[in-house]
Nanobody, 123 residues
Framework: QLQLVESGGGLVQPGGSLRLSCAASGYSLHYFAIVWFRQAPGKEREGVSCITISDGSTVYADSVKGRFTISEDNAKNTIHLQMNSLKPEDTAVYYC????????????????WGQGTQVTVSS
């Protein structure tokens, strides 16, 4: 079974950067799309970015376009989310998940999820 483990979260000042990683084991990511979600306290879960592994195509939420970059490291079966110019409103628990494709709505779809990593942007 596919297992995902996130890492790289932490506390950073506004304007700073963090790189999150999503390490996969148990199955190759080649046939999946990897989605980064985030959820802040009291807010709905938001899809931040998605990458289709087979062709490398990417999708970003408007809230992070130009600041976040999703990428893959095939050799390590790992997906990264480079987050630059961080803002306090980026504070959330960030999760990676594997689905069969990048979708506009994941509500009724089945995916594999990691345990999440906390990102806090504060001075």
């Amino acid at each position: 079974q596919l297992q995902l483990v996130e890492s790289g979260g932490g506390l950073v000042q506004p304007g700073g950067s963090l790189r999150l990683s999503c390490a996969a084991s148990g199955y190759s990511l080649h046939y999946f799309a990897i989605v980064w979600f985030r959820q802040a306290p009291g807010k709905e879960r938001e899809g931040v970015s998605c990458i289709t592994i087979s062709d490398g195509s990417t999708v970003y939420a408007d809230s992070v376009k130009g600041r976040f970059t999703i990428s893959e490291d095939n050799a390590k079966n790992t997906i990264h989310l480079q987050m630059n110019s961080l803002k306090p409103e980026d504070t959330a628990v960030y999760y990676c998940a594997a689905y069969s494709a990048c979708y506009s709505d994941y509500e009724r779809r089945v995916g594999y999820w990691g345990q999440g990593t906390q990102v806090t942007v504060s001075s």
